[in-house]
């Protein structure tokens, strides 16, 4: 499933890898005098910041999930030094997020507010009317099918071109509905699972945006123009209104990846994709681009730039761009 939604890992740890480590950081916590003993359990006091206290060991002496991250936050930061530690789980993990950063608080740890929970809501309407759970595997294959129907109901009309590799692409575009549909959400916000408007080529989808970028490498294919062409930049100075539009809405690219990163919210870079294109798809049904005389170099520049900025959104966000649909 990971290689199939394109995700690799440079380390993968299991909960256990952390569990040698566990006398020492408990030694370390004891070490800051912060360790509490209570009818066999021991625990740090955090009532100075307004929550329960912080359970590490129960009193049969088995070690508690907050020991165990207290132990690989430390491993952690001695082995890569990170400047973020994001924690990828869902909000009822809240409480324990607060404690574990509140203890390595206690302890000292100057890196402390570099721990962040990126917390999530649910999705709904995964299950079936049995009240079954649906695995992974089946939505893919249910997505890459519903794609490939959509992609040979419009190779019908004569919407799309004939010479698809209809598997790959309803894949990509199928992978992509998925991905889109899930960060374009504000992560802490419930999801509902849509099928009909995460595959839709006109709303707000990944098809939608992988549409957009197969429409301007089309342009260019007709152009000739596979490369940046020359072009001079004095002409924008009797630019349309649509012409800075589309100008104005390229510029923002680097802002909401910034806000993305600094927030851990993918919802910004996806509202921006949209917006792009939307701009893009009004400028082209009003602005001539091929044989438009010397308005064509900078037309296709401004096309260039749409296809440079909509392709590398949308491979940040995890989503393969496709030059044909």
Request: hydrophobic share 45%.
């Amino acid at each position: 499933m990971y290689a199939r939604l394109g995700v690799t890992f440079d380390y993968v740890r299991g909960e256990s890898y952390y569990d040698r480590e566990l006398p020492a950081a408990l030694e370390r916590v004891r070490a800051a005098g912060l360790l509490i003993e209570d009818q066999g359990a021991l625990l740090v006091d955090l009532s100075d910041q307004d929550m329960p206290p912080a359970l590490l060991v129960k009193s049969d002496g088995a070690s508690t999930y907050l020991l165990r991250d207290v132990a690989a936050a430390l491993s952690r930061f001695e082995e890569f030094g990170f400047a973020w530690c994001l924690y990828v789980i869902g909000s009822p993990q809240a409480l324990h997020m607060r404690q574990l950063r509140a203890v390595l608080e206690k302890m000292g740890m100057p890196w402390a507010d570099r721990i962040v929970h990126v917390n999530f809501g649910h999705i709904l309407g995964m299950k079936t009317r049995e009240g079954n759970l649906i695995f992974l595997e089946d939505v893919l294959d249910e997505a890459a099918q519903r794609s490939r129907t959509k992609i040979e109901e419009n190779q019908a009309r004569g919407w799309t071109d004939d010479d698809l590799d209809t598997a790959v692409v309803a894949e990509a575009v199928g992978i992509g509905a998925i991905v889109f549909n899930d960060l374009k959400h504000n992560r802490i916000h419930d999801i509902v699972f849509d099928w009909e408007r995460m595959l839709n080529f006109d709303g707000d989808s990944g098809p939608y945006l992988q549409y957009a970028y197969s429409r301007t490498c089309g342009i260019l294919r007709k152009g000739g123009s596979e490369a940046m062409p020359d072009c001079d930049p004095a002409l924008f100075s009797q630019a349309t209104a649509q012409d800075k539009a589309l100008l104005v809405a390229l510029a923002g690219f680097s802002s909401a990846i910034e806000r993305s990163v600094k927030e851990n919210a993918p919802h910004h870079l996806c509202q921006y994709l949209l917006d792009l294109a939307a701009v893009f798809s009004r400028w082209y049904t009003t602005h001539q681009v091929l044989g438009s005389g010397e308005w064509e170099s900078p037309r296709l520049a401004l096309v260039h730039a749409v296809r440079q900025t909509l392709g590398n959104g949308l491979r940040l966000l995890g989503i393969t761009p496709l030059e044909r649909m």
